[in-house]
């Protein structure tokens, strides 16, 4: 009878026993898809999941006969206007139809999404990231906390805290890194502000790093461009190789040891790396090269195009003052908006089938820039997101690279003969140095033995005089 009601509730065990399992192995994946390893998230992990707030309501404007999320703030109450949601991506694959992840690159990114930045409109840039890692295999490290103390986090200006965890983020991960074996290691890290947005994720971040075999460009450990404000440090990569490890510890030490500059800086790690690379005062500018054969500045267009063609009316007027306006959402193309300038499209203005633009400076308008470029992001039209432009932009970077080579090969031809020379001179500087030190001493010791000599003799002269 025992065994027979065993047996007749076997099936009702079995039943059981595999409902656990299967919420177990749901309760993991959940788990996975919205938890953070260690600060790191891997391409297939959203930011963070439910929003903390509810969305300001779009609205739409009109471009190139697109519906675009102008995300500003809409009415309320009774006089508020329904608005229409831009419609879903129509090329883009449905969750189950995704294509799993590449093999992991040895190129990796990291972002600082804290503080102010904590908010809906990043979440979604950051959501274009992954589609971009997911395309390339790429490990995307993204900071959700202030990492630092008042000691550096001190800006007079009151702008949000959480600037500085970039460099300290940045050197935890190559510090790690370069705690493994060579060949485990990653090979370069790009940084991207939190205010980034891809818009061709067919792009490689490889393609625009300096070929492993360019012996002239085996020193260049940071690559940057720069802006009409010079360099800029939205959007860069790192060698994962100790020079690195050195430089970002002096950008992070900058703080405190140029206090005084950081009082007129009208930047913060932006400021601290235009010092360091350009700065005469700088302790780069007291080694060979002036540490110029360690970094390189590429065409701005080639990871860090921008959303404007100039940011400042010709009356001087700051364009990202205000929200953006429908004349402003730029077409990507020659076709520019007139700011007073006279129409000359800027090397930095955003072009179609470019990998990123970068939303600089536009903190307190964020959503009302970044909203619809996000939305047409998402969109991945064709004109945009497409698997030609890299192939174009390999010409052109393949000839940048070719006269990056030649040019550093013979300026660290020329350096190292200059060094030679210094050398040479100071050892020059050094014998001259001893011989005279040597001279002296000779001259010295002779001296105080004529002095000893004389002393003797005097005394022998004191007493034979008074033996008399």
Known sequence: MILSNFQAQRPLRIISILAVLGCLWLWLITFHNSSFTSGAISSEVPLHGTPKSEPQQPKIINNDNQNVDHSVPAGSGSDATTVNTPPPATNQPAEHEKPPAKKTSRVAKV???????????????????????????????????????????????????????????????????????????????????????????????????PPENAKGLSNVDLVISSNWDGLNSGVFAFRVSPWSVSFLSAVLAYPIYNSERMKTDRFRDQSAFQFLLTDKASPLAQTPMAGRDHWVDVPIRWFNSLPVNNAFFKN????????????????GTNEVYDDGHGG??????????????????TSYVRDSWMGPWVTRAEQ???EWANKTTKDVLKVEVDKFWSEQN???????????????????????????????????KKEKEAKEKKEKEEQERKAKEEVRVGGH
């Open 406 to 440: 030649k040019k550093l090969t013979k300026e660290r031809a020329a350096s190292a003969i200059e060094e030679e020379k210094k050398k040479k001179e100071r050892e020059k500087k050094d014998k001259e140095e001893k011989e005279r030190r040597e001279k002296e």
């Open 316 to 331: 001087g007027t700051w364009l990202f003052g205000k929200p953006m306006v429908e004349e402003q959402f730029d077409k």
């Open 111 to 209: 972002t600082v999404a804290a503080n102010a930045l904590d908010v809906d409109v990043i979440h979604r840039a950051m959501q274009t990231h992954e589609r971009h890692n997911r395309e390339h295999g790429y490990h995307h490290y993204i900071a959700l906390n202030q990492a630092v103390s008042s000691l550096i986090e001190n800006d007079r200006a009151g702008r949000p805290q959480g600037a500085w965890t970039k460099p300290a983020y940045l050197l935890s991960i190559l510090v790690a890194e370069l705690e493994k074996p060579e060949e485990e290691r990653l090979k370069w890290v790009f940084w991207f502000d939190a205010d980034t947005v891809v818009m061709n994720p067919y792009t490689p971040l490889e393609l625009f790093l």
């Open 380 to 382: 991945e039209l064709p």
């Open 344 to 361: 000359k499209v800027q090397k930095w203005k955003v072009m179609q089938g470019d990998m990123i633009v970068h939303f600089a400076g």
